[in-house]
């Protein structure tokens, strides 16, 4: 009888173990902070996670459903937008910035380059009702959605239940969104002793820990603050950055720090793509103008030779994260929307 | 006369340990009587007329106290108000026999921990329209309509409040005083609030901001309680 006590005690806290994240779809990376994401609210499953991503390929988000999620954050450039420096979407209206990359995003509290978006959730909302991106609407989203073929069906695998909500479906997103993990790169081999750096990476390495990493902090390679970077401003797109959230003098000009993982296939840089190479982006950094809300950070002046500004970028390649970039499971779900007629 | 009639009957229903629901009844009012969408109402002593097409709020909260004691708090306490669908106006509150009232405290709009929670569902699910997306957040209170004093394009006015964030949080925390146990209304004077407003010069707010802030202020004067 005792026995029988303990062992049913036991599978129980085993299964409230494994119950919270898991470990098969989530895992934190070895010496990674916790995530700031809240999984107890927003369990993973398998259905769930599948229903985002079909969700995120599918351009019925969009008010003519003819974009995607994946036409700005296409999964070959790490999620963003090959090519264009301010991203564009639907009837090929062009948007004021340059799309963010998307990985690592169970640790973020804040998200856009403004930091617009406080939840992980609630960030789909913004370009599905943007007029330059999906000019679409969260209510007309899910009645298209119920009336799918589809779409009822992949709910009720994911929640038990066909009726389609605006809840459920932002939370299929963010699961979606929650397993894209870049932690593979060179680099973190090397961290891992899986793999060892070249004499010009180990260089470029201890140039960006002097000069870069204050806000590019490892191992997310941001300290997801928000900084202004000593770029002049557009005066054509007049973005003031941060500022425009909290209307605040001090956030002039002040945008969310990006990770550098991935940096050689996310291409063009800045919050307006204004930069196309990786080198432009090291120059610019060593000849920062001061203005009143340049980032502490930067007062010092970066000084570095041309050679070091190769070693540099040697290093910056070694974030490449390929098994990220070409995972099958973060890819086209075309086992279900191109099989299925909607 | 009325008074120990009530008495004896809520003695009585305690006694046996009835009394366990209450129903709160919002009641929006223009000019004196229940407001009605899209009628064309005459501001007084002049030709200027005023149209509500669209009133919605947040009724979060919920709390009854007996003087300074607080006696019950509702649990999951969001009510989305709209006044195009009478069936919202109807709050029901279970009750633990026994209770004895009499004030109602009550939040209009979401705190900030909720601003901050995620996606939500019920009342709270985005699709009800009363959700912010370019910078996320719930609109508190929501109200359309038309006026000949507004200059803006079809002479529309539109006020979206809300904000959660410090300088700009637009929670009002309303707390009335009430003598009935079971049934009662909660009068909101919209045309006392519009007054307020000089629409020949402000005819939209749609974003955290300090007229957000000072036009939500503004609503904690235009409740009252009645049967």
Same mark, same amino acid.
């Given at each position: 009888?005792?026995?029988? $006590?303990?062992?049913?005690?036991?599978?129980?806290?085993?299964?409230?173990?494994?119950?919270?994240?898991?470990?098969?779809?989530?895992?934190?990376? #070895?010496?990674?902070?916790?995530?700031?994401?809240?999984?107890? #609210?927003?369990?993973?499953?398998?259905? &769930?996670?599948?229903?985002?991503?079909?969700?995120?390929?599918?351009?019925?988000?969009?008010?003519?459903?003819?974009?995607?999620?994946?036409?700005?954050?296409?999964?070959?450039?790490?999620?963003?937008?090959?090519?264009?420096?301010?991203?564009?979407?639907?009837?090929?209206?062009?948007?004021?910035?340059?799309?963010?990359?998307?990985?690592?995003?169970?640790?973020?509290?804040?998200?856009?380059?403004?930091?617009?978006?406080?939840?992980?959730?609630?960030?789909?909302?913004?370009?599905?009702?943007?007029?330059?991106?999906?000019?679409?609407?969260? &209510?007309?989203?899910?009645?298209?959605?119920?009336?799918?073929?589809?779409?009822?069906?992949?709910?009720?695998?994911?929640?038990?239940?066909?009726?389609?909500?605006?809840?459920?479906?932002? &939370?299929?997103?963010?699961?979606?969104?929650?397993?894209?993990?870049?932690?593979?790169? #060179?680099?973190?081999?090397?961290?891992?002793?899986?793999?060892?750096?070249?004499?010009?990476?180990?260089?470029?390495?201890?140039?960006?820990?002097?000069?870069?990493?204050?806000?590019?902090?490892?191992?997310?390679? $941001?300290?997801?603050?928000?900084?202004?970077?000593?770029?002049?401003?557009?005066?054509?797109?007049?973005?003031?950055?941060?500022?425009?959230?909290?209307?605040?003098?001090?956030?002039?000009?002040?945008?969310?720090?990006?990770?550098?993982?991935?940096?050689?296939?996310?291409?063009?840089?800045?919050?307006?793509?204004?930069?196309?190479?990786?080198?432009?982006?090291?120059?610019?950094?060593?000849?920062?103008?001061?203005?009143?809300?340049?980032?502490?950070?930067?007062?010092?002046?970066?000084?570095?030779?041309?050679?070091?500004?190769?070693?540099?970028?040697?290093?910056?390649?070694?974030?490449?994260? &390929?098994?990220?970039?070409?995972?099958?499971?973060?890819?086209?779900?075309?086992?279900?929307?191109?099989?299925?007629?909607? | 006369?009325?008074?120990?009639?009530?008495?004896?009957?809520?003695?009585?229903?305690?006694?046996?340990?009835?009394?366990?629901?209450?129903?709160?009844?919002?009641?929006?009012?223009?000019?004196?009587?229940?407001?009605?969408?899209?009628?064309?109402?005459?501001?007084?002593?002049?030709? @200027?007329?005023?149209?509500?097409?669209?009133?919605?709020?947040?009724?979060?909260?919920?709390?009854?106290?007996?003087?300074?004691?607080?006696?019950?708090?509702?649990?999951?306490?969001?009510?989305?108000?709209?006044?195009?669908?009478?069936?919202?106006?109807?709050?029901?509150?279970?009750?633990?026999?026994?209770?004895?009232?009499?004030?109602?405290?009550?939040?209009?709009?979401?705190?900030?921990?909720?601003?901050?929670?995620?996606?939500?569902?019920?009342?709270? @699910?985005?699709?009800?329209?009363?959700?912010?997306?370019?910078?996320?957040?719930?609109?508190?209170?929501?109200?359309?309509?038309?006026?000949?004093?507004?200059?803006?394009?079809?002479?529309?006015?539109?006020?979206?409040?809300?904000?959660?964030?410090?300088?700009?949080?637009?929670?009002?925390?309303?707390?009335?005083?009430?003598?009935?146990?079971?049934?009662?209304?909660?009068?909101?004077?919209?045309?006392?609030?519009?007054?307020?407003?000089?629409?020949?010069?402000?005819?939209?707010?749609?974003?955290?901001?300090?007229?957000?802030?000072?036009?939500?202020?503004?609503?904690?004067?235009?409740?009252?309680?009645?049967?």
């Amino acid at each position: 009888m005792k026995i029988k $006590t303990i062992v049913i005690s036991f599978i129980i806290i085993l299964l409230f173990a494994f119950a919270s994240v898991d470990k098969s779809l989530f895992s934190i990376p #070895k010496n990674w902070p916790k995530p700031v994401y809240n999984f107890k #609210k927003n369990q993973l499953t398998d259905s &769930k996670i599948l229903l985002g991503r079909v969700l995120f390929y599918d351009p019925i988000l969009s008010r003519n459903n003819t974009i995607s999620c994946a036409n700005c954050h296409s999964q070959y450039t790490a999620f963003t937008h090959l090519d264009h420096a301010l991203s564009h979407g639907i009837d090929d209206r062009i948007g004021t910035r340059n799309s963010l990359a998307l990985m690592n995003l169970a640790w973020h509290q804040s998200f856009m380059w403004d930091g617009a978006i406080n939840h992980l959730d609630m960030q789909a909302l913004a370009p599905i009702s943007n007029h330059d991106e999906m000019d679409e609407n969260i &209510k007309h989203v899910t009645e298209k959605l119920q009336a799918s073929q589809i779409y009822p069906l992949l709910y009720f695998n994911a929640f038990s239940d066909s009726t389609i909500t605006g809840e459920n479906t932002l &939370k299929a997103i963010s699961q979606f969104m929650l397993t894209l993990v870049s932690a593979n790169s #060179k680099y973190d081999k090397v961290k891992r002793m899986e793999d060892s750096f070249t004499k010009q990476e180990e260089n470029g390495y201890r140039l960006f820990k002097q000069n870069c990493a204050s806000c590019h902090t490892e191992p997310l390679f $941001t300290n997801r603050e928000f900084e202004n970077n000593g770029l002049p401003i557009d005066s054509l797109l007049n973005d003031t950055g941060r500022k425009r959230i909290t209307q605040n003098n001090l956030d002039y000009l002040k945008f969310k720090v990006p990770t550098l993982r991935n940096i050689e296939f996310s291409n063009p840089y800045m919050h307006d793509g204004r930069f196309k190479r990786i080198y432009e982006v090291i120059n610019h950094y060593t000849n920062i103008q001061s203005s009143k809300t340049l980032s502490p950070k930067l007062q010092k002046k970066i000084i570095l030779t041309s050679n070091e500004k190769v070693d540099l970028t040697a290093f910056l390649l070694t974030l490449t994260d &390929k098994e990220f970039l070409f995972n099958p499971k973060f890819g086209f779900p075309k086992e279900v929307l191109l099989t299925s007629k909607k | 006369m009325k008074k120990p009639i009530i008495f004896i009957l809520l003695f009585i229903l305690k006694w046996n340990g009835i009394i366990a629901q209450v129903n709160v009844c919002f009641n929006p009012m223009f000019d004196g009587s229940k407001l009605v969408l899209n009628k064309q109402y005459f501001i007084a002593n002049s030709t @200027d007329s005023i149209q509500i097409e669209k009133f919605k709020f947040y009724v979060t909260n919920i709390e009854l106290f007996n003087n300074d004691q607080l006696l019950f708090k509702e649990k999951n306490s969001f009510h989305l108000i709209d006044a195009a669908d009478s069936t919202t106006f109807n709050l029901m509150i279970n009750l633990e026999p026994n209770i004895n009232f009499n004030q109602i405290k009550f939040n209009i709009g979401i705190d900030s921990i909720t601003n901050y929670a995620g996606a939500m569902g019920g009342d709270l @699910d985005p699709t009800k329209g009363m959700y912010w997306t370019w910078q996320n957040g719930y609109i508190n209170f929501k109200i359309e309509g038309k006026s000949n004093l507004s200059i803006a394009k079809s002479n529309n006015f539109v006020f979206h409040l809300g904000g959660y964030q410090n300088t700009f949080s637009t929670l009002q925390t309303i707390q009335l005083p009430v003598q009935y146990l079971s049934v009662f209304k909660i009068n909101m004077a919209i045309d006392k609030w519009i007054n307020e407003i000089d629409l020949t010069k402000q005819n939209h707010i749609m974003s955290p901001s300090k007229e957000s802030v000072i036009l939500s202020n503004k609503l904690s004067t235009i409740f009252s309680v009645s049967k």
